[in-house]
């Protein structure tokens, strides 16, 4: 019965795309490579020392734009991925998927590095129709042997930049000029990547963005009449039919040539209306453009359009109150963002009461309690600093000394909060803890100091 069922399933139709070409696109690929550009160049550019992106989970170190980021901020990398959270549903609810087809990596690499090498090994649609379906010879062991290596280079090349993203370009160099015995986990994990890449961009291809890709899956909720999308005018392209001399005029500007079709890298026909499958790429915007421009016809029978505008729904080509209202939590949420990134401190500590130890009686009539603390500087440079309390009466002894945090560093201390026992008044006393740098407090951090009091 279960084999009976699966022969039933259909079988995945293999999409040959036309080669796309129009303004759009060509707006699209200076998007696109200066996105590729920037992911390439990003781990390797340095600011103030220290790489322009970089997300060590290892280490726990996060590098943006040259600042130091360390799990102490992690409040601001929450408030840094909501606002990444609102930018999509905003940018969905007032463009449709523009980001899947303008900005993810995955259709900059798909359309604009891998298929373009397809074309130029293998030709256009036709012609890689024609070759798949060609008799078994040198010339196509060779067209697509070479295409492959050629697919599986770049895919451990894109690797190796992800890679440069989490232990940083100079570890990352370090592994590839040192023997590969000492890094064979480093290689396997290459390895492992480069094959998961190479797999996406040679075999699985549109199905990430109409199966595998959440997103996709969600613009159906969040797209109403009033979301700016790439869409069929219907009403002045029906009924769509081929021109033919003395033939009916009463049909709509759409020639039904299928050009719209053969260039979409999913494999809908856009005109059977807002699909899930639709990225957003214009390729089909370019291609109709083409030929109205060929019959003389206006323009944008394909365009960027809401459902609202297509009906002639005068209310729709109006305001759209979810966009205002994602609007404005977008510019509350970078509001403070900026408030927490520029308010960052350049030293945070972590102060504790030492495990396991009380309160130390002393002979000379003072008290004290041992406590441990972990002080990171966040700043591209080294720090002398000291520690002071607050706290009048009570004075700092370091067990071990340490006069200066070294850049990017951490420094774990053990010290001794004394104060003379006359001058406790109760059981449990709120102390504080400034960080001094150059008789300037960066830092200050709260303890309890127990005692009890004569």
């Known amino acids: 019965m279960e084999k009976a069922i699966a022969s039933k399933r259909p079988k995945r139709e ?22 590729l550009l920037f992911l390439i160049a990003a781990p390797l550019v340095r600011i103030n020392g220290e790489p322009m992106l970089l997300f060590n989970i290892v280490d726990r170190k996060f590098v943006i734009l040259g600042s130091v980021f360390w799990p102490q901020d992690l409040h601001i990398f929450v408030f840094g991925m909501l606002i990444a959270m609102v930018c999509v549903v905003l940018f969905t609810v007032v463009y449709g998927r523009i980001w899947c087809g ?50 599986f280079l770049i895919s451990f090349g894109i690797s190796n930049v992800f890679l440069a993203y989490i232990i940083g370009a100079e570890q990352l160099w ?29 075999f699985v291809r549109e199905i990430v963005c109409t199966t595998i ?48 079709v053969h260039v ?28 109205m421009e060929k019959l003389n016809k206006p323009k944008r029978l394909i365009g960027f359009f809401t ?38 401190s350049q030293v945070d500590g972590t102060l504790l009461r030492a495990k396991g130890s009380s309160y130390q009686l002393r002979e000379d009539g003072t008290v004290s309690n041992l406590y441990s603390l972990e002080l990171i500087n966040k700043t591209q440079q080294d720090m002398p600093f000291e520690l002071v309390s607050e ?22 201390l053990s010290f001794f909060l004394v104060s003379r026992q006359s001058d406790i008044k109760s059981y449990k006393t709120n102390v504080k803890v400034q960080v001094m740098v150059d008789g300037n407090v960066v830092e200050t951090m709260k303890t309890t100091f127990v005692a009890p009091p004569l």
């Open 102 to 151: 303008w900005t993810c990596p995955q259709t900059i690499f798909m359309e604009l590095v891998f298929r373009r090498i397809e074309y130029w090994i293998e030709g256009d649609w036709q012609q890689q129709k024609r070759l798949q379906q060609a008799k078994r010879n040198t010339e196509w062991y060779l067209r697509k042997g070479g295409k492959h290596l050629i697919f």
């Open 213 to 260: 890709c959440p997103y996709g899956r969600l613009q159906g909720v969040m797209l109403d009449d009033k979301s700016m999308t790439v869409a069929y005018d219907y009403k002045r392209g029906e009924p769509r039919g081929h021109r033919k001399k003395g033939g009916d005029q009463q049909l709509g500007d759409c020639v039904d040539c299928g050009l719209c």
């Open 14 to 35: 293999w999409i040959y795309v036309k080669k796309p070409a129009g303004q759009l696109y060509r707006y699209r690929q200076w998007v696109g490579y200066a996105l």
């Open 174 to 202: 370090q592994i590839m000029t040192d023997p590969i015995g000492q890094h064979i986990g480093g290689l396997i994990s290459l390895v492992l990547f480069t094959l998961v890449f190479y797999a996406v961009f040679a």
């Open 391 to 412: 706290n009048a009466g009570f004075t700092v002894q370091l067990v071990n000394h340490i006069a200066e945090l070294k850049q990017g560093g951490v420094a774990q």
């Open 307 to 344: 459902v609202g505008q297509i009906e002639g729904d005068v209310e729709a080509k109006s305001g759209n109150t979810r966009a205002i209202a994602y609007s404005v939590v977008l510019i509350v949420l970078l509001a403070v963002f900026g408030w927490l990134l520029f308010s960052r």
């Open 264 to 291: 979409c890298p999913t494999g809908i026909d856009i005109r059977d209306g807002l699909q899930m499958e639709c990225v957003n790429c214009t390729a089909c915007i370019d291609a109709c453009d083409a030929v």
